[in-house]
């Protein structure tokens, strides 16, 4: 099992439309989780930490299930703007700095 | 706008030269990283400093040479590149080093290319 796996993607999807991103991770003893953005040519941007009871931030919703060690982020609404890779990032061990990045998915939210 | 800040923003160089990439933040953050992106693939870790001290090193080869002059600033010294090292060079700081929820900010990058 990879470190971190995302959906494939590329997920095209209509102005408006709700969608959502899965990710699993095979270290049991990661603590830390987060999704970042990253448009095309820059650098990855935080989009939310992922907490155990789970977060919203707006548009934005992120879950996380410890016992399946899967992650998720789900996009109400989508915008023009939210056209970017959604790179799933998850802390190697308990208090790790290092970051183990998923390969990322694309969404392209069309007009 | 990023509040880490990298320069330059691109840079051409030859095998044989020597140049060195900059990195500064005013955020407070003890922990610094270097990462190098190729295109399509996700950033790789290259080096950690935590409270200006080296901490990791992910197998860098030698022509790859971090600094850390004081807790705001980051370089990467480059020796002798290959063309294989083209890539997007990140440069991300973190409040502190390891320990609980503590995300990476990163700079908008300095684009590498190597004749």
């Known amino acids: 099992r990879k470190e971190v796996e995302q959906d494939p993607g590329p997920f095209n999807v209509p102005e408006g439309a709700t969608v959502a991103f899965n990710c699993t991770y095979s270290?049991?003893?990661?603590?830390?989780f987060f999704w970042y953005r990253q448009d095309c040519r820059k650098e990855p941007k935080l989009l939310m930490s992922?907490?155990?009871s789970g977060n919203e931030d707006g548009r934005f919703t992120a879950q996380l299930n410890r016992a399946s060690q899967y992650i998720s982020l789900l996009i109400r609404d989508s915008k023009l703007s939210d056209s970017a890779t959604y790179l799933c990032v998850v802390a190697r061990g308990a208090g790790s700095y290092q970051l183990t990045f998923g390969k990322g998915t694309k969404l392209s939210v069309i007009p | 706008d990023t509040e880490v800040t990298q320069t330059p923003k691109h840079l051409v160089m030859g095998m044989t030269n020597k140049k060195s990439l900059k990195c500064e933040q005013h955020m407070g953050h003890r922990a610094m990283y270097w990462y190098k992106q190729k295109a399509k693939k996700p950033p790789e870790l290259m080096f950690v400093?935590?409270?200006?001290?080296?901490?990791i090193n992910e197998s860098v080869p030698s022509r790859f040479s971090p600094e850390c002059p004081n807790s705001s600033l980051l370089n990467l010294h480059l020796h002798a590149l290959q063309p294989e090292d083209s890539a997007l060079y990140l440069c991300?700081?973190?409040?502190?080093?390891?320990?609980?929820?503590?995300?990476?900010?990163f700079g908008d990058g300095t684009r590498l290319s190597i004749l």
């Open positions: 270290n049991s003893a990661s603590q830390s």
């Open positions: 992922v907490y155990s």
């Open positions: 991300a700081s973190s409040q502190d080093g390891g320990g609980g929820n503590q995300p990476q900010h």
């Open positions: 400093y935590s409270y200006e001290k080296l901490s």
